[in-house]
């Protein structure tokens, strides 16, 4: 694959817009690495490859962010989460990824035209144990699944108008934890192949950039600026799992 330029053409960008993401800037834009790598091999393999370079990344951004984040939402997201991934695992063969992307897809599409429109719910600018146990949930499930956690978790924490840092930082130990955690199944299920390994580690020299370059992104934005881009991207991230979902069904896959 080495030899192939399209490794090169659609990873490299693939991992900065990943790193971008992970240090603060865009939210669940990221969803968008794993279609981009697809374009040069199959999905399931982008997505292997991708796994330790986000753990690399996430530790770059613990580093950046260490003690600029909401500790309440953490202790109220983090729990599901890791039952979310729990049950991600155990039902893997089981589950039908394409009702899922369609239910995120509602969720994001619903949400991000909420924000963009200025509909916000003045109920929900308080942390809640139980939508925070619900939507943590759906995130490590989504997450481990179908790699699109960044939409619950954002559903559930963007009404709260954190600061743009505060947020990015809370993201950033948030996704850090459940990244760690989905090593253990993913080694399970048997996906890091050595030639996976070789190719994560030939492109993670870009973890750093990416995330340096986010964190950058978020110390000029404005609280405004800020959550109208991750409103937006919360609406393609929808309409692209909503149809991703909605072709696979009607396809009978």
Known sequence: MFSDPGFYLTCIPAVLLYGVSKGGFGGAVSILAVPIMALAMPPTQA???????LVVMDAFV??????VFDRTALLYLLPGALLGILIG???ADAMNEHYMRILIG?????????????????????????????????????????????????VYLQPKRLSPLLFAGTAGIFFAVVNVVKLVPYYALGQFTSDNLI?????????????????????????????????????????????????ALLAGS
Request: glycine share 12%.
């Open 106 to 154: 509602v969720l994001a599409l619903g949400f991000g035209a909420q924000q963009l429109l200025g509909r916000n719910s003045h109920t929900s600018s308080k942390h809640n144990r139980v939508s925070a146990g619900v939507l943590g949930t759906l995130s490590g499930f989504t997450s481990f699944s179908i790699h699109a956690g960044g939409a619950p978790f954002t």
């Open 62 to 67: 613990v580093k950046t962010y260490w003690g």
């Open 89 to 91: 695992f155990v039902s």
């Open 47 to 53: 997505a292997a490859i991708l796994l330790p370079i």
């Open 199 to 247: 190719y994560s580690l030939a492109l993670v020299p870009l973890a750093p950039l990416g995330v340096k370059i986010g964190h950058a992104l978020v110390k000029r934005s404005g609280a405004t600026f800020y959550y109208q881009v991750i409103s937006f991207f919360l609406l393609v991230i929808g309409v692209k799992l909503l149809w991703e979902g909605a072709r």
